[in-house]
């Protein structure tokens, strides 16, 4: 592994460790030396690259709302008419509910941050608005902000149930919101 500054993935593998002690632990139980130690990282590298933990976990919540765009990238890009991209919304949140928990602890850790703190609610503000823009290539803008907050709530609902609701109900909730506002293909 390299070292110093010939180590062009120290910083990403920082807040790689950020987000993973933060699913792990919580926000709470979370450190420099328990960072740097996770990252395989001198200790110094933690104030060589922040200014402070402030900085790295925004840093850290930023990588991470940055992959959860991603995923509705991944899910919303392709579907051309109306149909499918109800399909698509139904399908993202079966994925976000049904994959890895560490992204639904990371929201509610990040959440809960924003609840608190205006940074944060600034990047969450950002982040739907990030997230809505992949649904306004198919709902206009209202239908887009209500569906945001239903693939948010069904998705903590399926994920936290002990009973998940099947893909018919998601998929029934999807078509009540957007069938009014649909964009034209």
């Given at each position: 592994?390299?070292t110093?500054?010939t180590d062009?993935?120290?910083?990403?593998?920082?807040?790689?460790?950020t987000?993973?002690?933060?699913?792990?632990?919580g926000i709470?139980?979370?450190?420099?030396?328990?960072?740097?130690?996770?990252?395989?990282?001198?200790?110094?590298?933690?104030?060589?690259?922040?200014?402070?933990?402030?900085e790295v976990?925004?840093?850290?919540?930023?990588?991470f709302t940055?992959?959860?765009?991603?995923?509705?990238?991944?899910?919303?890009?392709?579907?051309a008419?109306?149909?499918?991209?109800?399909e698509?919304v139904?399908d993202?949140?079966?994925?976000?509910?049904?994959?890895?928990?560490?992204?639904?602890?990371?929201?509610?850790?990040l959440?809960?941050?924003?609840a608190r703190r205006?940074?944060?609610r600034d990047?969450?503000?950002?982040?739907?608005?990030?997230s809505?823009?992949h649904?306004?290539?198919?709902?206009d803008?209202?239908?887009?902000?209500?569906?945001?907050?239903?693939i948010?709530g069904?998705?903590?609902?399926?994920?936290?149930?002990?009973?998940?609701?099947d893909?018919?109900?998601?998929?029934?909730?999807?078509?009540?919101?957007t069938?009014?506002g649909?964009?034209?293909?």
């Amino acid at each position: 592994m390299a070292t110093g500054h010939t180590d062009p993935q120290r910083r990403a593998r920082i807040l790689d460790a950020t987000l993973d002690l933060i699913a792990e632990e919580g926000i709470v139980r979370v450190s420099h030396r328990k960072i740097a130690a996770r990252a395989g990282v001198p200790l110094g590298s933690m104030t060589y690259h922040f200014s402070g933990m402030d900085e790295v976990l925004r840093e850290a919540f930023r990588r991470f709302t940055d992959h959860i765009v991603m995923v509705f990238d991944d899910h919303l890009a392709a579907p051309a008419d109306p149909g499918r991209a109800r399909e698509a919304v139904a399908d993202l949140v079966h994925v976000l509910s049904e994959g890895d928990r560490r992204d639904l602890v990371l929201t509610q850790e990040l959440y809960t941050l924003a609840a608190r703190r205006p940074d944060y609610r600034d990047l969450t503000h950002e982040w739907m608005r990030r997230s809505r823009v992949h649904l306004e290539k198919h709902f206009d803008a209202d239908t887009a902000r209500q569906l945001d907050a239903l693939i948010e709530g069904l998705t903590l609902h399926r994920a936290l149930s002990r009973q998940p609701h099947d893909r018919a109900l998601t998929l029934e909730a999807i078509n009540r919101i957007t069938a009014a506002g649909e964009r034209s293909p």
